[in-house]
Structure formats: structure tokens, C-alpha cells
């Protein structure tokens, strides 16, 4: 769609915003009634609001980031009715929001200064270097989250993959991943399975999608790829969870769907193992680990491998399986 329409429609349906330059928006995304997309001033270059594939914003929402924030919801997710959503927050693909939830990562102030008016307190400490550094604390919901009518999250707070909130909870720390969780605050309450990643993981398996955790499309399992076989197919990051490790090397099958050699730049945990050139229509890579520090099991017991390519490239390439030795 192009921009001048995607406004005008957003105008007719009594939609505000006060800088369309700072929004990022695909042709398929979707905006209801009465949205309000909101830039504080003072803005840095960073300052922005994308909207991915297929996203849906519901009527009388409100998208709002600060000077320095950039707000992110990406493919196919959908916000119901009323939602707020306020600073520095990414919003994975295919997640469900109902209605009526509240997102933000600021916060008000009501103690640092108690003999001063309520509504000053925000001034007196956003007046400070350290004020504005602690008050943005990212928020980031992972991939095929679903959250109920009238959630409130926290900043700072990282939902996992697959995670269902409860209508009316108030979410105040970390959702692992598949956990359902409910409450005021918000407690486990099960989980909807138990994550718990193989050393085979394998996208002809049903019960390993879950595992192909970031940044992969979930609708294209069984379209045709050069390997005859199911593939997921990667976009510009792709995150698989495997078992904690930190030597071994762990072994990448996969294919290219096109004719040009596709560059690609492996993680574990943050730590760059190296950068890999792969060409010919199906690919056997091995990442050989160096010992780098394992996580904190207590924290995290799984790690990540995580692919970037170049975005030209995105769907370009696709993994089979991902196995540790």
C-alpha cells in the first residue's frame, strides 16, 4: 500500500499521529478506528514506530515511545481494542493481544521525592542523567504469545515463546517460555508444555517446532524447498533453543532457495562464533564451539544459536534440523 493512502485511510477513521515520517508500516498491516501513534518530543533518529507484515492494530489503541524508544510489533501479530502500548517494546510475530492491556517501559514516580506533589515527581527525577537511564527498561514479548483481556506488564519484563497471561494479571517479572500464568501479581499457574530442547531438533517433527524460537516462518514448513524434505525457513534473525552448552560443535542442515552464496553470521548466547558463506541448494554446517561461558542454568537452562543474514535474503534460506555432537 502506499504511504499517501495508508494515511489517508488512517485519517478517515479518525486515526493521530504527530510525525508519519517516524512510522514504519508494511502494505499489509491494518489500523482500526481512533488510533492514536504518538512521538514525545526531542526525538532521536532512533525514535520510531514499525508495524510488520500483517499486523493489526484494534480500534481506540495508543502507540506511544519516547525521544530514544523504538517501538516494534512485528509480523502477523494482532492488537485487540484499546490497547496501550508506551516506549521501548518488541512485540514478536504471531502474537494475540486482547483487549484492554496496558505495556509500557517507563514508569511514575511516587517516592523519591514524597513531600514534593505527585505530579512533580516525574520532573524531579527525569531531571537527572541517572533519572532518564533508569526509568526505560526494554519490554519484549517473544513469538506466539497470547495475552488476556486487561493484562498489565511491568518494564523490563521478557515474556518467552508460547506463554499465555491470564485475563487481569499483572505481570511483575519474567514469563518462561510456554508457561500460563495468572493473577495479581501474576504466578505459574502450568505449562502448556515442557520446554525442554533436544540435541535433534528437527522441522519435520511437530513437537520440535516450538524450538525453532525466533525469527522463522511457522506458515512455510511444508512449502517446496530444494531439500524435498519440511524446512524452516529463516528471515534476517533466526533463533533455534538447544540444550545448554558451551564445547562440542553443533551441526546445521539446511538449503538456499536461490542461485547467490547467502553470508550468514552464527551466535551463541550473544557470543559471535563466526561468520559463514553458504551456496548450493542444500548445506551441511558445522559451528565448532570455543568454550565461550555457558549461561546460568539456575537462570536459563537452554541456550540459543541464533543466524543473521543480510534482509535481501530473508526466506532465502531454511535450516532442517540442528543437532549437537
Not at 523504538?70 to 485487540?80: E, F, G, H, V, Y
Not at 506466539?144 to 505481570?171: L, M, P, S
Not at 537452562?301 to 534482509?311: K, N, V
Amino acid at each position: 500500500m502506499k504511504a499517501w493512502l495508508f494515511y489517508l485511510k488512517f485519517i478517515l477513521k479518525g486515526g493521530y499521529t504527530n510525525s508519519f515520517k517516524k512510522l514504519t508500516f508494511a502494505a499489509t498491516s491494518w489500523i482500526g478506528k481512533t488510533v492514536s501513534i504518538y512521538f514525545e518530543p526531542g526525538g532521536t533518529p532512533r525514535q520510531t514506530i514499525t508495524l510488520g507484515e500483517g499486523v493489526r492494530v484494534g480500534n481506540f489503541s495508543d502507540l506511544t515511545v519516547g525521544p530514544n524508544d523504538a517501538l516494534i510489533l512485528k509480523d502477523r501479530t494482532t492488537l485487540n481494542t484499546h490497547c496501550k502500548i508506551i516506549g521501548e517494546v518488541t512485540i514478536e510475530r504471531y502474537c494475540l493481544l486482547s483487549a484492554n492491556i496496558f505495556i509500557s517501559s517507563g514508569q511514575h514516580y511516587a517516592t523519591r521525592f514524597p513531600s514534593l506533589l505527585i505530579r512533580h515527581q516525574d520532573e524531579k527525577v527525569l531531571g537527572t542523567e541517572e533519572g532518564l537511564r533508569q526509568h526505560s527498561k526494554p519490554v519484549h514479548i517473544e513469538e506466539d504469545v497470547w495475552i488476556g483481556f486487561g493484562v498489565f506488564i511491568k518494564q523490563g519484563i521478557t515474556v518467552g515463546r508460547g506463554a499465555v497471561i491470564g485475563a487481569n494479571a499483572v505481570v511483575l517479572h519474567d514469563v518462561g517460555p510456554y508457561e500460563i500464568v495468572g493473577g495479581n501479581p501474576a504466578k505459574k499457574i502450568k505449562d502448556r508444555l515442557v520446554f525442554s530442547p533436544p540435541a535433534h531438533i528437527r522441522a519435520d517433527i511437530d513437537e520440535h517446532r516450538p524450538y525453532f524460537y525466533r525469527g522463522f516462518d511457522h506458515y512455510g514448513v511444508h512449502r517446496p524447498n530444494p531439500s524435498g524434505a519440511p524446512g524452516m525457513f529463516a528471515f534476517e534473525e533466526s533463533t533455534v533453543a538447544i540444550p545448554t552448552t558451551s564445547t562440542g560443535t553443533i551441526q546445521c542442515r539446511g538449503f538456499i532457495t536461490g542461485t547467490q552464496p547467502v553470508t550468514v553470521a552464527v551466535s551463541v548466547d550473544g557470543h559471535l562464533i563466526g561468520t559463514y558463506t553458504l551456496q548450493g541448494a542444500t548445506f551441511d554446517l558445522n559451528v565448532h564451539l570455543t568454550g565461550q561461558a555457558p549461561v546460568d542454568e539456575r537462570i536459563n537452562p537452554f541456550s540459543f544459536i541464533t543466524f543473521a543474514i543480510p534482509y535481501d535474503k530473508r526466506l532465502f534460506l531454511g535450516f532442517n534440523s540442528i543437532k549437537i555432537v
